[in-house]
């Protein structure tokens, strides 16, 4: 195929979050969850891919394959890990990465929340107090202070409608609730948190881009599912969509499709492939989510790209459903929205939630008994359509 080119300036990155690649993160409620006998989760984090320690020469891997951007989170858990008390060495170590980033060409986006927060936060009421958005933006306002000068984008909270759904209405999250009325009360105090956050940063690091990042599904209806669909989308999406207004940017997040009919979701058609998250194996869910995110928020506030991907033991398979992604928001950029970047989940093999260890979503892999990575294909592939801006 002739190469099909992005606009100039097209931001190319992987990501990872800090629970789930760090290891050792034991002050925060979801090591506590993995520990509880009563959680769906199959396995603990442990160690995880050691990249608390091993940062060096992930970054420098990263670097070398192409990229020009790498999406991390910061461990809330790790910087206060009791209310009012900082840690200067793990303000250090953030410092640290954020500086080699910059010698090695790699933009530090940084998460200041992905989905774990400090025991002391659950204790004291956790995303349902609205308590906790005052005690975020304080936190994100100490953290921008020491990194400001270096992050070259900062997601406030990462997929608030995840944690707000499955930690208080679906109880597969901590605190591991089942209450709707819990659920859209921690809806609300995480939409405060955010437009905290935002004030925070911005007011430590002027200049730096500052946005949300959120978890979309490509919602079709069948059957006469129209209302349903709508019924389910307010709440999950379209409140925190309505959020962003005055941000720079949204982060659109975005793996598959749900099929909905009027008393709900439906089962996939006959024959469907699915991944090994067991959802529908469905690329075409990120057009069709950024073109959504456009509309819905009037087409005034810039997207990113902060999470695309697939859990496959096929690489094959994944350099597939990243090129229809990608065709997608090329069709996306052709009729005029302002998408801004690619952002691929993940970096590295990692710990994934509930599901444990075994859906791989890393364009590298990692033995985790020797800690040693490997490079699959669909990395170095990726990697050269990044550095030449095109497919």
């Not at 695309?308 to 996306?332: H, K, S």
Request: proline residues 6%.
């Amino acid at each position: 195929m002739p190469a099909q080119a992005f606009p100039e300036g097209f931001s190319w990155g992987t990501a990872t979050a800090g629970h789930q690649v760090d290891g050792g993160t034991w002050n925060n409620d979801w090591w506590a969850w993995e520990h509880d006998p009563s959680s769906p989760c199959v396995e603990p984090s442990g160690d995880a891919i050691d990249h608390w320690n091993h940062w060096p020469q992930d970054l420098s891997l990263l670097a070398e394959l192409g990229f020009g951007a790498y999406r991390f989170s910061l461990e809330w858990s790790r910087i206060e890990p009791e209310e009012g008390e900082f840690s200067a060495a793990a303000l250090d170590h953030y410092r640290a990465m954020c500086v080699r980033c910059r010698e090695l060409g790699l933009s530090p986006v940084v998460t200041f929340h992905h989905f774990t927060s400090p025991r002391w936060v659950a204790r004291a009421g956790g995303w349902a107090d609205p308590v906790t958005a005052e005690r975020f933006a304080r936190f994100c306002a100490r953290a921008a202070s020491e990194l400001g000068d270096l992050m070259g984008a900062a997601c406030t909270i990462n997929e608030p409608n995840v944690v707000a759904f499955y930690g208080y209405r679906g109880g597969v999250f901590p605190p591991g609730e089942r209450s709707s009325e819990r659920r859209h009360q921690a809806n609300h105090v995480f939409i405060e948190g955010h437009r905290r956050a935002v004030d925070a940063i911005r007011s430590a690091a002027p200049g730096v881009p500052v946005g949300l990042t959120l978890s979309m599904t490509d919602y079709q209806a069948v059957d006469g599912g129209e209302a349903r669909v709508e019924h389910m989308r307010e709440p999950m999406e379209d409140v925190f969509l309505h959020a962003t207004d005055g941000d720079d940017f949204v982060g659109v997040q975005a793996y598959t499709r749900m099929l909905v009919g009027p008393d709900g979701p439906t089962a996939y058609p006959r024959g469907a492939r699915t991944t090994l998250m067991g959802y529908e194996f469905w690329p075409e869910a990120l057009e069709a989510c950024l073109r959504r995110a456009w509309s819905v928020t009037g087409g005034h506030v810039p997207l990113l790209v902060t999470e695309n991907g697939i859990g496959t033991p096929d690489d094959a398979e994944r350099i597939e459903y990243v090129e229809r992604a990608l065709q997608g928001v090329l069709r996306a950029l052709a009729d005029g929205i302002d998408v801004r970047g690619y952002t691929y989940w993940s970096a590295f093999d990692n710990f994934e939630w509930a599901f444990g260890y075994r859906p791989t979503f890393g364009l590298v892999a990692v033995d985790r008994s020797t800690q040693e990575r490997t490079t699959k294909p669909s990395a170095s592939w990726l990697g050269q359509i990044a550095a030449r801006n095109a497919l």
